[in-house]
């Protein structure tokens, strides 16, 4: 039996014990039909960012080492799931350990199935790894994000390509959301400037790039608003928005928020608290030009293969 778009329970115990999460993972995408989508709720309270950035890379690194048929998964946190009026999930799965939690769901979605995954495990399931798109993520923790707490920031930025939301954009944008408590300004990139990206023809259209960001948003925080901008120039709506408080940039882009400071600087704007969050996939870093990072570059070249093969 397999499910279109299920819901995986995880606690805290299942981060502690490697090969329980594995497993469990292994197991709700087993159950997961192909080209559809998988949830993880991470049934926790997260304090800090750090916390937040270490946890969720774990569980997307996880994800991505047993995912060979491009399910979309998403990592949830906290209690936004509670406020989803449509979640669309057709099965929650829950571990022993997260079987408690059982009468929340069945109070807030009583017609959503609810199956415990410890059952299911019995079920012989092959391990099978993505090898193109599986490096395991090398976490950098900035000391600022060690002291970071949840919704310190009125406004935040952030801004990207966001063409085939992956793992690490999904990053970003829940760091980014972490860190809000009201408004998230986006820069998605026009596509005037991506002409000259490899594999440019299979670049997903401005609006359905900005969809896709705007859905994930709701799902990880129904109640931030979201406000997005198209980028034509380095800064963005940084450069012009003043009411800004922070901006979010991986460790490929950090020294590019000096760049920003300096504009704003000149315009009479406020300074920006930039904080740092990790590229995910591989151990090369800046020195090696975080050649293995996780990229929608990937992606495209799939799908180009993919015509090749037809």
């Known amino acids: 039996m397999s499910y279109k778009h299920p819901l995986l329970v995880l606690s805290p115990n299942e981060l502690v014990f490697e090969n329980k999460l594995d497993s469990l993972i292994n197991a709700a995408i087993h159950f997961t039909t192909p080209q559809s989508q998988l949830d993880i709720l991470y049934n926790d309270t997260i304090k800090t ?3 937040l950035t270490t946890t969720l890379v774990m569980i997307y690194d996880t994800a991505r080492h047993y995912n060979d048929i491009e399910i979309h998964v998403n990592v949830l946190h906290g209690g936004n799931y509670k406020k989803l009026t449509q979640p669309g999930w057709d099965v929650v799965f829950l571990s022993d350990s ?13 017609e959503i199935k609810i199956e415990t995954l410890s059952l299911l495990q019995n079920v012989e399931i092959a391990k099978s790894v993505k090898e193109d798109l599986f490096k395991p993520s090398a976490v950098k923790l900035p000391t600022l994000s060690s002291r970071t707490i949840s919704k310190q920031y009125h406004s935040v ?3 990207g390509t966001f063409d085939h939301l992956h793992d690490g954009h999904k990053i970003l944008l829940s760091a980014s959301i972490f860190l809000t408590k009201k408004t998230l300004i986006i820069g998605v990139t026009g596509e005037g400037l991506l002409k000259n990206k ?7 259209p401005f609006k359905q790039r900005c969809d896709s960001v705007v859905q994930f948003l709701k799902l990880i925080d129904c109640e931030i608003t979201p406000e997005i901008h198209e980028i034509n120039d380095v800064c963005g709506p940084t450069a012009v928005v003043e009411d ?3 901006l979010v940039l991986s460790s490929e882009t950090v020294k590019g928020g000096e760049y920003v400071n300096n504009v704003r600087r000149e315009k009479g704007f406020g300074e920006l608290v930039i ?7 591989g151990q090369a870093g800046e020195e090696d030009g975080f050649k293995d990072k996780l990229s929608s570059t990937e992606f495209r070249r799939l799908e180009f293969e993919k015509t090749k093969e037809h």
């Open 157 to 159: 930025a952030i801004g």
């Open 244 to 246: 800004i408080d922070a």
């Open 98 to 110: 997260s079987a408690i939690i059982s009468d929340i769901f069945k109070q807030n979605f009583p």
């Open 275 to 281: 904080h740092e969050v990790c590229v995910v996939g």
């Open 198 to 204: 490899k594999y440019s023809e299979f670049l997903e």
């Open 49 to 51: 960012l750090a916390e």
